[in-house]
């Protein structure tokens, strides 16, 4: 039997059906003793990532060309032994192409690792050494194929990992594109897997975010819980996920849908949930949505170990049911179970990954943080809770001064609680949500302006004009099936559907403002989130008031200075929800910041780092950077936006007590008055929502066992 015996189709539906061996101390526990070995048993078992990500620890500084060449050698052995033979059977020769499968698959992680962030603490020399390794056996195991028949597992194999990363949002994304780019410069007539690995490079060492990271302008994460392994690459050490997230990834990812079939078979509580699915729901949901994250804690388990003692991160941001934002101990409890399951989890991915290596790690602890909405007041009793037991929190439905000030000091009186008893913190954000600010601004504004056209025009002309817009952005329909005047105007003005002040809708309201007043509402609103983070930034974080920030912390709880250090070095600021590119632009900085980015968002900002005009240099630190003050000054005249912008009165006599000095008005949201803030109750909406969607979704796959 040859190689060619069986199409290629056949081989590549033997890789794109291969399914790892679930990780067993019973049937294959890690090999401690030796890392060549511990290795190439993961690569056999398919834990081909796992397998790769073993290396990524600073350890291996000194021995990693030794062990790399070991596991090249073992590899290639049994690449070689995985030689078609006439009159075996077709499982047998199946079994082969997977052994060729995982043996690429490892050897291709490997190299992307060497050549990403990931692996900035391995020595560059070894690492160069150990690629040009790789690169020579991957050729000749090519070669070896070649000379077998006309089918490759190694196109198989890169195939499939071009195709993983263009689902990231369905193609819209860096990620995707990315892939695209590399896909278009291989010659799958030739050898592709050195050419992968270096076009591969090439794309990581040239994007606008591993310079940003590498030269230290600023952190990111991923909005999305798709591609992580490849912006691990770049350097991202931080993901977000909401309700509406993680129902993408079972859309994004089929795969995704079959393994929670086929885990929930298996739960413990299977066959009290299969009895009566319904009543089950939540349990459901937060096992489902906890399932969608395995992964992502996986990707980022070295990074979470190597930064444990620096800055934090490789964290996966996970957030509670929307639907009991409000309840402190139905949330705090919802907290303790997931840490308990990913605790389970993780303790025994921990003794793979690190097998062989030294006792101090903390095994076993969850690289999440909580994502609690600062909703109601409630955030605040739950905020302080989880950050007691050092378990990170990250806050988001967040748009304002006073809500992440007063969540700001919140984590800080639950980390020093925590610190206190001796647990070392878990990293910890403030999520500011400056593009949804940024959108309910205008769509109040333009509300407000469609008014006067009713008042100016009347209303029939009114309709009219509202229509003809609608007709121009796709929602014509909506307008006319909404029954009021105020009803045709917000179908017609929401972000989804008129995503800027542009030139139809200038001609909309011709009638009541001037052309150039329009777009400068526009400037103005477009730079509101960034107002926002740069307040709170400059609040906690800038070089003048951190060190009184210290000073207050050592004074209030009786940490001590390091501890205060500690705290402060824990919370970043973490943008978010953003609208264009400048978003990310106009909000870097070195310390104490960390980007979440939505694909598409990353994909802007990529394309425009590389326009003739743009100066990285320029927004360098541009988080204490201000505007022309035009635009706070425009930005003043609408009331949402001061309720965004100023602090309340007890925030001012905190500051105070702190030492902390500045104008910053008092017109600013008092915790109870969260839950009637425009931009808090639009989003909160769309969470539960999808959450209820989610829970109906995962639920009627429970009822599928019901019913057989």
């Known amino acids: 039997m040859t190689m060619t015996k069986f199409a290629q189709p056949i081989i590549d539906q033997v890789v794109n059906s291969s399914i790892p061996e679930r990780l067993s101390l019973e049937a294959r526990p890690p090999i401690p003793y030796d890392h060549v070995a511990h290795i190439c048993q993961l690569v056999q078992m398919g834990q081909t990532c796992l397998a790769a990500d073993h290396l990524l620890f600073p350890e291996m500084n000194g021995v990693l060309s030794r062990t790399v060449t070991g596991v090249l050698r073992q590899l290639n052995v049994l690449f070689s032994s995985a030689k078609p033979i006439q009159g075996e059977s077709e499982e047998a020769w199946k079994e082969k192409v997977r052994l060729r499968h995982y043996a690429y698959e490892v050897l291709i992680e490997m190299g992307l690792n060497f050549c990403g962030l990931e692996s900035r603490w391995l020595r560059e020399r070894e690492k160069k050494e150990c690629l040009e390794f790789i690169w ?37 994304s860096m990620v995707a594109k990315t892939a695209s780019r590399i896909e278009s410069g291989l010659d799958f007539q030739k050898n592709v897997a050195v050419a992968l690995l270096k076009k591969a490079e090439m794309e990581i060492k040239g994007n606008i975010y591993y310079r940003m990271i590498k030269e230290g302008k600023c952190k990111f994460g991923n909005d999305y819980a798709l591609g992580l392994r490849w912006l691990r690459h770049l350097g991202y050490e931080q993901v977000s996920t909401n309700p509406v997230l993680a ?34 729901g939540e349990e459901i949901t937060l096992f489902a949505t906890l399932l969608a994250l395995w992964d992502n804690l996986h990707i980022f388990r070295p990074i979470f170990f190597n930064l444990r003692e620096m800055s934090g991160g490789g964290v996966v941001s996970f957030q509670l049911n929307p639907n009991i934002a409000h309840l402190v101990d139905e949330s705090v409890r919802d907290v303790f179970k997931a840490f308990s399951l990913a605790s389970e989890n993780l303790s025994l991915y921990d003794r793979y990954l690190l097998a062989g ?58 980390m020093a609680g925590a610190l206190r008893k001796g647990i070392q913190p878990t990293q910890l954000y403030m999520t500011n949500m400056g593009g949804r600010l940024e959108s309910h601004l205008r769509e109040v504004k333009l509300e407000e302006l469609f008014q006067e056209l009713k008042k100016k025009v009347g209303e029939q002309k009114a309709i009219e004009k509202v229509e003809h817009l609608a007709g121009i952005n796709g929602t014509k329909d909506k307008v006319v099936k909404a029954s009021t ?50 307040r709170v930034w400059s609040i906690f974080f800038s070089p003048r008031n951190r060190p009184l920030w210290a000073r207050t912390l050592r004074k209030k709880y009786g940490v001590t200075q390091a501890q205060a250090k500690l705290i402060l070095d824990r919370i970043h600021c973490l943008p978010a929800s953003k609208r264009k590119p400048f978003d990310t632009y106009w909000t870097l900085a070195s310390k104490n910041m960390v980007h979440t980015e939505f694909p598409d968002h990353q ?29 706070l000054q425009r930005l003043r005249q609408i009331e949402d936006f001061c309720k965004a912008y100023d602090i309340n009165p007890e925030l001012s006599g905190i500051f105070k007590s702190a030492g902390i000095v500045g104008d910053f008005g008092k017109e600013g949201l008092k915790p109870e008055e969260w839950p009637e803030f425009g931009p808090v109750q639009k989003t909160l909406g769309e969470f539960k929502a999808a959450y209820d969607n989610f829970q109906k979704e995962m639920v009627s796959i429970a009822q599928e066992f019901v019913r057989s």
């Open 357 to 414: 290596y030294r006792a101090e790690f903390e095994r076993g602890r969850p690289n999440i943080v909580i994502k609690v909405a600062a909703t109601t007041p409630a955030a605040r009793t739950i905020t302080r809770a989880i950050n007691r037991f050092g378990f990170g929190s990250n806050i988001t439905v967040d748009y304002t001064v006073s809500q992440e000030a007063t969540l700001i000091l919140d984590e800080m009186e639950g």
């Open 603 to 631: 994909e802007n900002v990529r394309t425009l780092s590389e326009t003739d005009y743009f100066r990285l240099k320029e927004y360098e630190s541009s988080i204490s950077k201000t505007f022309p003050p035009q635009f």
């Open 136 to 172: 020579n056996t991957l050729d000749e195991w090519e070669n070896l194929e070649r000379e077998e028949g006309e089918t490759s597992v190694a196109s198989a194999v890169i195939r499939k990992w071009l195709a993983r990363m263009k689902k990231v949002q369905k193609g819209n």
């Open 485 to 534: 005047y105020q009803e045709k105007v917000v179908a017609a003005t929401r972000y989804a559907n008129q995503r800027t002040i542009n030139e139809p809708v200038c001609e909309a309201l011709e009638d009541v403002a001037s052309k150039q007043d329009l777009l400068d509402w526009e400037e103005a609103i477009s730079r509101s989130g960034t107002f926002v983070a740069r």
């Open 247 to 280: 129902a993408r990834a079972y859309q994004d990812e089929p795969d995704l849908m079959a393994i929670f079939r086929e885990e929930l078979k298996r739960h413990p509580n299977f066959h009290e949930w299969s009895m009566a699915p319904s009543l089950h």
